[in-house]
T-cell receptor, first 111, second 112 residues
Framework: AQSVTQPDIHITVSEGASLELRCNYS??????LFWYVQSPGQGLQLLLKYFSGDTLVQGIKGFEAEFKRSQSSFNLRKPSVHWSDAAEYFCGVYYGQNFVFGPGTRLSVLP | NAGVTQTPKFQVLKTGQSMTLQCAQD?????MYWYRQDPGMGLRLIYY???????DKGEVPNGYNVSRLNKREFSLRLESAAPSQTSVYFCASRGYSNQPQHFGDGTRLSIL
């Protein structure tokens, strides 16, 4: 069965530091991959998506993600974190009619 | 620019009561979804509707029913609420194949 893992439940970084959130998926065919962000009390907002082509994908709010087929990974990165980036981040893979989401990584940002 | 609208935003029920959560989208999307979100478990699919007139079970359908009333609306019903159904419920919609989902702001449901 398709699955998505996010190894880090909670990450804390200082404002201005770089960030990498990990995501690994299990899916046989070419995956369609997504990252969503959820601020407290809000729904999920799409950060970026990968369908095909360039394996480095740019998203909103200065985020990017790199698809690595050999590692079954789709890690999310940001060079300099802002306090407003504190939120929960979900990686997901699309297959058939459905999406499978990872359990999420909660990001805290220290001033 | 409404997108996906869920009502109500908050609700408290007693065990055994029934309730319908409403979801409407104004993006002319074909597919609609209901998820529940619980701490540490991410989002789990309850039911989805690939198109008007069709519904299918997701990962955790027990205790729920759905109705795709028309292309815009997709409701989720709890016939006899149980404390285990305390959760945050999200509705989402999607347009063409391989496009991302658009989410509502959620309904926070507590069952006592």
């Amino acid at each position: 069965a398709q699955s998505v893992t996010q190894p880090d439940i909670h990450i804390t970084v200082s404002e201005g530091a770089s960030l990498e959130l990990r995501c690994n998926y299990s899916y046989g065919a070419t995956p369609y991959l997504f990252w969503y962000v959820q601020s407290p009390g809000q729904g999920l907002q799409l950060l970026l998506k990968y369908f095909s082509g360039d394996t480095l994908v740019q998203g909103i709010k200065g985020f990017e993600a790199e698809f690595k087929r050999s590692q079954s990974s789709f890690n999310l990165r940001k060079p300099s974190v802002h306090w407003s980036d504190a939120a929960e981040y979900f990686c997901g893979v699309y297959y058939g009619q459905n999406f499978v989401f990872g359990p999420g990584t909660r990001l805290s940002v220290l001033p | 620019n409404a997108g996906v609208t869920q009502t109500p935003k908050f609700q408290v029920l007693k065990t055994g009561q029934s309730m319908t959560l409403q979801c409407a989208q104004d993006m002319n999307h074909n597919s609609m979804y209901w998820y529940r979100q619980d701490p540490g478990m991410g989002l789990r699919l309850i039911y989805y509707s690939a198109s008007e007139g069709t519904t299918d079970k997701g990962e955790v359908p027990n205790g729920y029913n759905v109705s795709r009333l028309n292309k815009r609306e997709f409701s989720l019903r709890l016939e006899s609420a149980a404390p285990s159904q305390t959760s945050v419920y999200f509705c989402a919609s999607r347009g063409y194949s391989n496009q991302p989902q658009h989410f509502g702001d959620g309904t926070r449901l507590s069952i006592l």
